[in-house]
């Protein structure tokens, strides 16, 4: 059993990457979950503050406060996914999902070829879901469109 996984991060104090928004997508199966994490009890200095500001406006629209689940229960969430290996795009996410799930067997999809998602979803692919929060604003942004991007590509691919 696989699954795609894509988020979506904030910046903590000492250049720490936090998960912010998350998706699963099964590859064979086409279950899917999505999650936004609460980072209001995230420690934040002078450069994460200025960082997530950025992020926000010009980018996710997701500010640290909003969120349907506390970041506590971050761990509690990965370790629920029942999957021997989970795909991921770039080394960064696999390496911050590795810290909390160390026994899943994480794949950078970028080894297997998968290209940049502007070119998976150049047009914006309108056929490919979003999430609810993101509808009003740019869904490529949106980590629930990528896990579904991601898929088709890994599907046809592989």
Known sequence: MSAIVDIQCVLGADNKYMIKE???????????????????????DNKSRKTNKWLERNYHQLSLEYGDVEYEELGRVLNSLKFDCIYVKGEQKKQLLMEHIPHVALVNIEDMGCPRLDQIC?????????CIFHMEFNPKQCTFYKVFAIRKWFINNS
């Open 22 to 44: 998350m998706s699963v997508v099964d590859t064979e199966t086409w279950a899917c979950q999505h999650w936004i994490f609460k980072n209001s009890n995230s420690k934040q």
């Open 122 to 130: 150049g047009g914006g692919d309108m056929t490919l879901p979003c």
